[in-house]
């Protein structure tokens, strides 16, 4: 299957610092990447679709000006959290259809474990 | 309204059983795919089996089936013959139209527990 790699695998932060994670297609394009969060226990749930060369659409409820997302070429999708809170510990997981099978299957990266001290 | 309901939070099965997790699902496309992801302690999300709306047979993949009945908006993953190493978190997901780069909207999912 496509792989996507996803760094730092795990970070603990200051509160209000920044943190930047990295989302890389290693063997296709990724015109679109999808950022997740999820809480402990719960789903994954959409923050926001990146597409590249184009400002990212954010769900209802995810502030555009806290969650910072470049997707400036076809291999690499970037989320900056900024000024972090506790609040803002979770895991963060980015995934992009690969198109290869046509079905919308998505790559999933390994996911970022965030914890803001 | 949730779009997709799993609503097992959690389920046990012996070793070598077959289990059922269950999954409805609400939309009104008619062109629509579903998903099950698997999910372990790690945190990567595993993907398993894939239904489209238009497929007539169940979709199968090894140790896998998905149970698709459309009428009733479900889709339920069948795990046959049940290793320890299949506890994990299982997520059912949709993706909406037919366009294969449309977002997926996840259930919240049911952590299956294998018992030796």
């Known amino acids: 299957g496509a792989v996507v790699s996803q760094h730092p695998s795990w970070v603990i932060c200051k509160s209000g610092t920044s943190v930047k994670i990295e989302c890389r297609s290693l063997?296709?394009?990724?015109?679109?990447m999808f950022w997740y969060r999820q809480f402990p226990k719960q789903s994954l749930m959409l923050m926001a679709t990146?597409?590249?060369?184009?400002?990212?659409?954010?769900e209802q409820g995810v502030e555009k000006d806290k969650f910072l997302i470049n997707h400036a070429s076809l291999t690499l999708s970037t989320l900056t959290v900024t000024s972090a809170h506790p609040e803002d510990s979770s895991f963060y997981i980015c995934?992009?259809?690969?198109?290869?099978?046509?079905?919308?299957?998505?790559?999933f990266g390994p996911g970022t474990r965030l914890t803001v001290t | 309204a949730q779009k997709i309901t799993q609503t097992q939070p959690g389920m046990f099965v012996q070793e070598k059983e077959a289990v059922t997790l269950d999954c409805t699902y609400d939309t009104s496309d008619q062109s629509y795919g579903l998903f099950w992801y698997k999910q372990p302690s790690s945190g990567e999300m595993i993907f398993l089996i894939y239904?489209?709306?238009?497929?007539?047979q169940n979709a199968t993949e090894g140790r896998y089936s998905l149970n698709f009945q459309k009428a009733r908006k479900s889709a339920n993953l069948v795990i046959s013959a049940s290793q320890l190493g299949d506890s994990a978190m299982y997520f059912c997901?949709?993706?909406?139209?037919?366009?294969?780069?449309?977002?997926?909207?996840f259930g919240g999912g049911t952590r299956l527990m294998v018992k030796p």
């Open positions: 995934s992009s259809p690969s198109g290869r099978n046509g079905v919308g299957e998505q790559y």
């Open positions: 239904q489209g709306s238009y497929d007539e």
């Open positions: 990146s597409n590249e060369g184009s400002k990212a659409t954010y």
């Open positions: 063997d296709f394009q990724a015109t679109t």
């Open positions: 997901a949709m993706r909406e139209g037919n366009n294969a780069g449309n977002m997926l909207t």
